[in-house]
């Protein structure tokens, strides 16, 4: 599976000093999920950060498991584990702690990464947040099916609404591109972790991995949808209102998508946040390579299109060429040119 760039919460409206007064978090006050935003509401995002992380995720949330084939079983849990494990491989006592007693979702999207870790035997309690209330709900109800011990809550990454020294663990996939301040948003993860707590982030686009993942996208998204117009591929062209609301969606992610980060980059802002035993890991090249034109076609094509034998492909492929990836082009490739980085870093006692 080739890691999404559109998990995650994003902007700020309070101090951190203020964050650390909130009382606990009391769900019943989330606001309500608001998944069909109009186009007057998309124009005004492009001027609004905030509200263009609300409409984008609400907009995404009821099929963003099926759009990003997430699911909650081994082929998922191993991907997730798989990703904390090559975040923390060589960290002091990383493994050690295993499970965390309470680890917390930042930007949790559908719950992917924390439920996934949950399950993998890496926390025993979790708690999930967001800036979209749609993504929080759904999180919120794969919990319950998976009879996991999570609580959730509407809440932005700069003023995570916890008190100080709450958390064994933090976690988040995909999500720190969306945040505004990003230093400030790992103050608070740092503030709401217990001394020697550790955060570990995976997914986040490179700079060099993000402008080759957009351009493949666009081309796929194009070619699909052109093609489709011919009379003998028709079957295969979604409904025009399906495609016209996700241009619409696609047109947000200029204004959701904040940063790329070069790994070196990405590690000093940890440190300048305060963290200690900071490292930074990338991975996905031949891999997104696939992985990207892959997810973009069937967005654009009807789901009843794809069986199992596609499926199948999809996965196959992406697995074979993570393991070149790992294997052999992550000795010869720098690591900025791979789509994905990870971080992670503790809380010094």
């Known amino acids: 599976m080739t890691a999404s760039p559109h998990d995650g919460d994003t902007d700020s409206s309070t101090s951190s000093a203020d964050a ?3 009382a606990v978090p009391d769900a019943v006050n989330d606001p309500a999920p608001n998944p069909h935003a ?7 995002a492009r001027s609004d950060t905030k509200l263009a992380q609300v409409l984008y995720h609400d907009w995404e949330a009821e099929t963003y498991d099926d759009k990003w084939s ?28 295993l499970p965390y007693g309470r680890a917390l979702e930042l930007g949790c999207g559908t719950g992917f990464f ?20 749609g993504m929080v709900k759904v999180a919120l109800r794969n919990a319950g099916h998976l009879k996991l011990d999570v609580d959730g809550r509407v ?31 790992l103050r608070e993860v740092l ?22 993942a957009r351009w493949l996208g666009r081309v796929t998204w194009e070619a699909t949808t052109r093609a489709t117009k011919l009379p003998f591929l028709s079957s295969w062209r979604k409904p ?19 940063h790329t980060f070069d790994p070196s980059d990405l590690e000093n802002i940890a440190r300048s946040a305060g963290a200690v035993g900071v490292r930074a890991e990338t991975e996905e090249f031949a891999a997104a390579l696939l992985g990207w034109p892959v997810r973009t076609f069937e967005a654009a094509v009807p789901a009843d299109k794809l069986g199992w034998n596609w499926a199948r492909f999809a996965f196959g ?15 010869v490739v720098p690591r900025g040119f791979f789509y994905n980085v990870m971080i992670t870093g503790v809380k010094s006692d």
């Not at 191993?78 to 002091?92: L, N, T």
């Not at 924390?114 to 209330?133: E, F, H, I, R, Y």
């Not at 503030?191 to 080759?212: H, I």
Request: glycine content about 8%; overall charge negative.
């Open 114 to 133: 924390l439920l996934n870790l949950m399950q993998a035997g890496v926390a025993d309690k979790g708690s999930v947040t967001d800036l979209s209330p």
């Open 38 to 44: 109009t186009a007057e509401q998309v124009e005004a």
């Open 20 to 22: 650390s007064l909130h």
């Open 240 to 258: 025009q209102e399906e495609l016209d609301e996700s241009s619409r969606a696609a047109a947000l992610e200029a204004v959701v998508d904040l």
């Open 155 to 185: 809440a932005d990454a700069e003023t995570i609404p916890y008190e100080d020294n709450t958390f064994d663990l933090v976690v988040g996939h995909a999500v720190l591109h969306h945040i505004p301040d990003v230093e400030q948003s």
């Open 191 to 212: 503030r709401v972790l217990k001394p020697g707590g550790r955060f570990v982030f995976a997914g986040e686009p490179t700079t060099v991995g993000n402008f080759y």
């Open 317 to 331: 492929g992406w697995k074979t060429l993570s393991w070149v990836d790992e294997k052999v082009l992550k000795h």
């Open 70 to 97: 997430i699911s909650y079983d081994e082929r998922c849990i191993e991907y997730a584990r798989g990703r904390f494990d090559q975040a923390v491989s060589g960290q002091p006592g990383a493994q050690d702690a």
